[in-house]
Structures are given as structure tokens and as C-alpha cells.
């Protein structure tokens, strides 16, 4: 297992053989340097929380959750939101937030990103794209090199919320924002799985990384949570949690669990259509459960920040 960026083994263990950032783990410039420090805390000292949306495994519906998100902070209109997506060989979330086909302006203090709403922006690979079929084939540095970019090009001004949708698993382009971001402060990460023990196991190794590189955990959701078919109003568990589902595994690894969503067609229309489920179905149980998780959420980032002003 990875011995963690800041330990004294770091690109010297057993485990880091064959790792891409082997070299600068061993060299102890796994971080940022100074200089490159210093400006990323200048161009982020206005963004109040940072929160990352990890998971272990692809197809959970992490971009989902990360989009509802960013869209329930937004509806108190004195929140100014943002929403990342590092996931550069499978950007999703211009689709979902119903922004294919937008483009990135560049002005005199670097990249606007593209909004929403007035207080809701969003940056992705995906609006550097000229098709969004094309395939984005890039090397380790070079993926790490254009998040540093969107940390430091992008003109955020005033957020009060910055997500950060990661693809799955653990490797260059978490290393990189968790690397980045050390120059300034993140919040926590929320980690998204579904209730089966296949996707239960790649998380076990997720809150592992999160603890190896101190990443504070938020909480786990557990998505796609069993289905209430809407004429019998029978419970389904589409996905059964065989080994006791996420709540279980949150209880063995000492991990809050932030809520269970249920499965809802009207979810996937909602994203294919690029609208926000939680407006568009605000009866649902589903959108019953995001919103208690966002307020979860919220409760957090606000204690967080509480503690860190009495350390200062």
C-alpha cells in the first residue's frame, strides 16, 4: 500500500515501485514548491470550502451526486458555488449540468468558468473539447499539469463552495488536486459507493488513500439504495448488500454515513436532459435524501471551519 506522500518511505516502500510519481515522492517535492504554493493560495484564498467527490469504482453515480451537490448549495441564492471536474478522460458533467457544447472564455485575470446560474460555475475538460465524443489520451503529467491549471488559471472570485468531481479510483489525478490543494485547505472528501460488495471493496481502498494522504472524510453515501417501484410501491433491492452494504462498512472503518439514496428513473432522465432532478422531481425520496445529505454536508464544512479558526 502506498505509505503516503509526507512519510519518510515515500517513493522508497516496496509499494511505490511502478508508481508514476514514484520519482517526485522520493524526492520530496510530491507538493508543490513554494513559489508554485504561494500562488495557488493566492488565486484560492477567496474560496471558503473545498469538499472532493471520490468513489472507487466508476458507474456509482459519483458525477450525479456531485452535480445535485453543487445544484443544492446554489438554492440559497446567497451561496456563490463552483464545480470542478477533474475527470479528464470522462468528463460527464457538462452534460449533466446541461452545458454541452459551451466553451471556455479566457479574460484578463484567466478562465471564466462557464455558469449555470449567477451563482453557480463550472469548469471541465470537456468545454476544451471540440467534440464530446473526442477521446482525451493523455500521459500522468499531462493531466496533472491541466488540473494545477484549473486551480490557477481559473478565475473563481468569491465561492463559498468549491466540488471537486474526481474520476474513480486512486491515482494520478487524486493524488494531484489532494498534492495542490495542500497549499491551501480542503474541507473533506464525501465518497460515493452503491450498496454491493464489488463496490464496497474499492471503496475500503478509497477511505484508505484518503487516510494515507490525511484527507479528512466527510462521509459515505450510499447510492442506487434500493427501488420503490411507483404503482405497487414494492421495495426492490437492485443492487443487494450482501456483506451488510455501506452502512456496515462504515460502522467496521469508524466513517459517518451520510444517507442512502434510492433509485429513480427520473434521476438518469434528469442528467441526460442537462436539469437539475432535485427541482424537476422535489417530492421524490431520492431528492427527500440528497437534501438531508447536503445539510449533512453543510453542518460539517461550517464546524470544519469553526475549528480551524480557533487553531488560527
Known amino acids: 500500500?502506498?505509505?503516503?506522500?509526507?512519510?519518510?518511505?515515500?517513493?522508497?516502500?516496496?509499494?511505490?515501485?511502478?508508481?508514476?510519481?514514484?520519482?517526485?515522492?522520493?524526492?520530496?517535492?510530491?507538493?508543490?514548491?513554494?513559489?508554485?504554493?504561494?500562488?495557488?493560495?493566492?488565486?484560492?484564498?477567496?474560496?471558503?470550502?473545498?469538499?472532493?467527490?471520490l468513489s472507487g469504482k466508476g458507474g456509482v453515480g459519483k458525477s450525479t451526486f456531485s452535480a445535485l451537490l453543487a445544484h443544492g448549495l446554489a438554492a440559497d441564492e446567497t451561496k456563490q458555488v463552483a464545480l470542478l471536474d477533474i475527470d479528464i478522460c470522462g468528463p460527464s458533467i457538462p452534460k449533466i449540468m446541461g452545458l454541452e457544447g459551451e466553451q471556455v472564455h479566457q479574460s484578463g485575470s484567466g478562465w471564466s468558468p462557464v455558469y449555470v446560474e449567477e451563482n453557480l460555475g463550472v469548469m471541465s475538460v470537456g468545454f476544451l473539447l471540440s467534440s464530446p465524443d473526442d477521446a482525451v489520451i493523455w500521459r500522468g503529467p499531462k493531466k496533472n499539469g491541466l488540473i494545477k491549471q484549473f486551480l490557477r488559471d481559473v478565475d473563481w472570485g468569491e465561492v463559498d463552495y468549491l466540488i471537486v468531481d474526481t474520476p474513480p479510483g486512486t491515482s494520478d489525478e487524486h493524488l494531484s488536486i489532494v498534492q495542490y490543494l495542500s497549499a491551501t485547505r480542503i474541507d473533506g472528501a464525501v465518497i460515493v459507493t452503491t450498496p454491493q460488495e464489488v463496490s464496497l471493496q474499492d471503496v475500503r481502498k478509497e477511505i484508505n488513500f484518503c487516510r494515507k494522504v490525511k484527507l479528512p472524510i466527510i462521509g459515505v453515501v450510499e447510492n442506487m439504495s434500493g427501488f420503490v417501484c411507483p404503482k405497487c410501491k414494492n421495495e426492490s433491492q437492485i443492487f443487494p448488500p450482501t456483506t451488510g452494504g455501506a452502512e456496515k462498512m462504515c460502522q467496521n472503518l469508524s466513517v459517518s454515513l451520510l444517507g442512502k439514496v434510492p433509485l429513480d428513473p427520473q434521476i438518469g432522465k434528469s442528467c441526460d436532459s442537462g436539469q437539475s432532478f432535485l427541482a424537476e422531481a422535489p417530492e421524490s425520496p431520492a431528492t427527500l435524501s440528497y437534501r438531508n445529505i447536503i445539510q449533512r454536508i453543510q453542518e460539517y464544512c461550517e464546524q470544519h471551519h469553526l475549528q480551524e479558526e480557533k487553531i488560527m
Open 1 to 53: 500500500e502506498c505509505p503516503g506522500t509526507g512519510s519518510a518511505q515515500a517513493g522508497r516502500a516496496a509499494a511505490c515501485q511502478g508508481c508514476p510519481n514514484q520519482g517526485l515522492c522520493a524526492a520530496g517535492a510530491a507538493g508543490p514548491d513554494p513559489a508554485e504554493a504561494a500562488e495557488l493560495r493566492a488565486r484560492l484564498r477567496a474560496v471558503r470550502h473545498t469538499v472532493l467527490v
